[in-house]
């Protein structure tokens, strides 16, 4: 079983930035579409964010589109959600899953991702 695992959540003031990691242990992130979601208390889970395996493919939601980057880093068997101009409005626990079916086109829709990790906390306040 594929275990992903976040990091790089914290408490940041209006206006910064974090950086997200979602590693895997014990094997390749790299064959796989990757997704960041988030889901805020009493809130549904949004999908913010997915890269392909190949990066060809990448979306946001409208909703961080111009503020946050995912990228992959295959070296390191990493994806990065790279997060500016935060607001309150982007806090909650942000989760990373993998799509193991084969596809060129990643998808915000989270039911296609059959992995995912435990989340890393966000929280934008000042």
């Known amino acids: 079983q594929l275990q992903l695992v976040e990091s790089g959540g914290g408490l940041v003031q209006p206006g910064g930035s974090l950086r997200l990691s979602c590693a895997a242990s014990k094997f390749t992130l790299n064959y796989y579409n990757i997704g960041w979601f988030r889901q805020a208390p009493g809130k549904e889970r949004e999908g913010v964010s997915c890269i392909s395996s190949s990066a060809g493919s990448i979306a946001y939601a409208d909703s961080v589109k111009g503020r946050f980057t995912i990228s992959r880093e295959y070296a390191k068997n990493t994806v990065y959600l790279q997060m500016n101009s935060l607001r309150p409005e982007d806090t909650a626990v942000y989760y990373c899953?993998?799509?193991?079916?084969?596809?060129?086109?990643?998808?915000?829709?989270?039911?296609?991702?059959?992995?995912w990790g435990q989340g890393t906390q966000v929280t934008i306040s000042s």
């Open positions: 899953a993998a799509d193991r079916k084969p596809s060129r086109t990643c998808t915000l829709f989270g039911d296609e991702y059959d992995q």
